[in-house]
């Protein structure tokens, strides 16, 4: 497992320094509040949220699932299901259960006071991916080692899943100026910088809209797609 965390470091903060290198350069948005204010609160609940996860769960999630394996558990170790099918629909469930789980951290209201954490950044950047409750992480996890040890999950796949949901959510936080032609294109298949501001927006309608973390198909395909905030990415009130 050394191995796996070495390499879900390198890139967390491979992107994370790219991201904060192209807000620099090409930024979507004047920021009010500084960033020496902000970002040291959104990256010490990062650290805090991890040592938790570290102390609550022994193991990763990519670790839970090669047990998992060993053991036999699961829908597709009880099949004996190909490898390429079980991580190709591995990768596909665990994300649509992620745009799930988020609907329903806004709909409950016990939820929301952990979710809204989250949601009480007063800027968004690449940082704000990282702003989220120690509570709502933990449980967050506990979903997806559930989620995993029903599906029998190959580790491979959980390894990735882990590391693409960690590096979208980065991206599609950033305060980066994508080109509108390229954001279209763009969103037809990932979630966007563009597309996931507008769920931060104070309007209500807005916050409850572009769920998804990775795959924009979930928001199209359940009806929860925003296009564009109402006031527009430069006058929306975050």
């Known amino acids: 497992m050394g191995m796996e965390q070495g390499l879900r470091l390198a890139v967390f903060l ?20 500084s960033r020496q204010k902000r970002w040291p609160h959104n990256l010490t609940l990062v650290a805090l949220d991890i040592v938790l996860v570290r102390l609550v769960f022994p193991v990763s999630l990519a670790g839970f699932c090669l047990i998992a394996a060993q053991k036999g558990w699961g829908i597709f ?17 665990l994300d649509a259960l992620i745009y799930g789980q988020h609907i329903v951290l806004h709909r409950i209201p016990i939820l929301w006071r952990l979710h809204r954490v989250h949601h009480t950044d007063t800027e968004f950047d690449v940082t704000t991916a990282l702003r989220f409750h120690p509570i709502e992480i933990l449980l967050s996890m506990l979903v997806k080692f559930t989620a995993a040890a029903i599906l029998g999950a190959p580790p491979e796949a959980a390894l990735a899943f882990e590391i693409i949901l960690n590096a979208a959510a980065m991206f599609n936080h950033g305060n980066v100026n994508i ?57 929306m009130i975050i």
């Open 179 to 235: 080109p509108t032609r390229l954001d279209e294109w763009l969103r037809r298949f990932i979630v966007t910088p563009d597309m996931h501001r507008v769920h931060h927006s104070t309007i209500r309608r807005e916050t409850d809209s572009n769920y998804g973390f990775s795959i924009s198909l979930w928001d199209r395909l359940f009806g929860s797609y925003h296009p564009q905030p109402q006031k527009g990415h430069g006058g």
């Open 14 to 33: 491979g992107v994370l320094a790219l991201m904060m290198a192209a807000e620099f350069l090409w930024p979507r948005r004047d920021q009010s509040v």
């Open 77 to 93: 170790n009880a099949l004996d299901a190909p490898f390429w099918l079980a991580f190709f629909l591995s990768l596909l469930i």
